[in-house]
Nanobody, 120 residues
Framework: QVQLVESGGGLVQAGGSLRLSCTAS????????MGWYRQSPGKQRELVAA???????NYADSVKGRFTISRDNAKNTMYLQMDSLKPEDTAVYYC??????????????WGQGTQVTVSS
């Protein structure tokens, strides 16, 4: 079993900052790409940012220059630093990870989601 636990969401005024964290635990041999997704009411879940175990990060155009994704492989933890937040960033943010178990199989896992609300 693998668990992804997110933290750091909340209510912030436009222009403010929040930092999300996502920690993976359990039957983990290695973690490949990790990513943050978000979903607001009536919309499809969308990719916000992704970071492979080694390589170039990827951002949605709407967050480029404002959000920064990073990870600490020793802690199996991923972060999303969100600056200059806008009301349109309001959504439930989910972390995702492509994980290889100790038995050698790869699976995609999702966190439970954390609410980010940006007031105008």
């Amino acid at each position: 079993q693998v668990q992804l636990v997110e933290s750091g969401g909340g209510l912030v005024q436009a222009g403010g900052s929040l930092r999300l964290s996502c920690t993976a635990s359990g039957n983990i041999f290695s973690i490949d790409t990790m990513g943050w997704y978000r979903q607001s009411p009536g919309k499809q879940r969308e990719l916000v940012a992704a970071i492979p175990s080694g390589g170039t990060t990827n951002y949605a155009d709407s967050v480029k220059g404002r959000f920064t994704i990073s990870r600490d492989n020793a802690k199996n933890t991923m972060y999303l630093q969100m600056d200059s937040l806008k009301p349109e960033d309001t959504a439930v943010y989910y972390c995702n990870a492509h994980i290889r178990s100790r038995y050698g199989r790869w699976y995609d896992y999702w966190g439970q989601g954390t609410q980010v609300t940006v007031s105008s």
